[in-house]
């Protein structure tokens, strides 16, 4: 069975750090693009980062400069830095990764960010 745990969001100020950390279990981790989505209030989700199973990242134009992404192949954990916070970065962050023509979705942790 496929499981993906996020962990790590709560409150931070602006221009704060903070990382979140993504468990997977399953056979879905070793050799799988994994991927950090967010979800605002009110707003559609979007795309923010990916990495290969070799560690190639890709980053979304918003976030690029400000977030890395990185994965521990021993832990099957993917991570997420956040720094420079902003306001507009408050959201649900969801951890994700497709097997097949399914994709797999944790249940999110929430980043606010205050000004």
């Known amino acids: 069975q496929v499981q993906l745990v996020e962990s790590g969001g709560g409150l931070v100020q602006a221009g704060g750090s903070l990382r979140l950390s993504c468990v997977a279990s399953?056979?879905?981790?070793?050799?799988?693009?994994m991927a950090w989505y967010r979800q605002a209030p009110g707003k559609q989700r979007e795309y923010v980062a990916f990495?290969?199973?070799?560690?190639?990242?890709n980053y979304a134009a918003s976030v690029k400069g400000r977030f890395t992404i990185s994965r521990d192949n021993v832990k099957n954990t993917v991570y997420l830095q956040m720094n420079s916070r902003k306001p507009e970065d408050t959201a649900v962050y969801y951890c994700?990764?497709?097997?097949?023509?399914?994709?797999?979705w944790g249940q999110g942790t929430q980043v606010t960010v205050s000004s």
């Open positions: 994700s990764s497709a097997m097949g023509i399914t994709r797999y």
């Open positions: 399953g056979s879905i981790f070793s050799g799988n693009v």
């Open positions: 990495i290969t199973s070799l560690g190639a990242a």
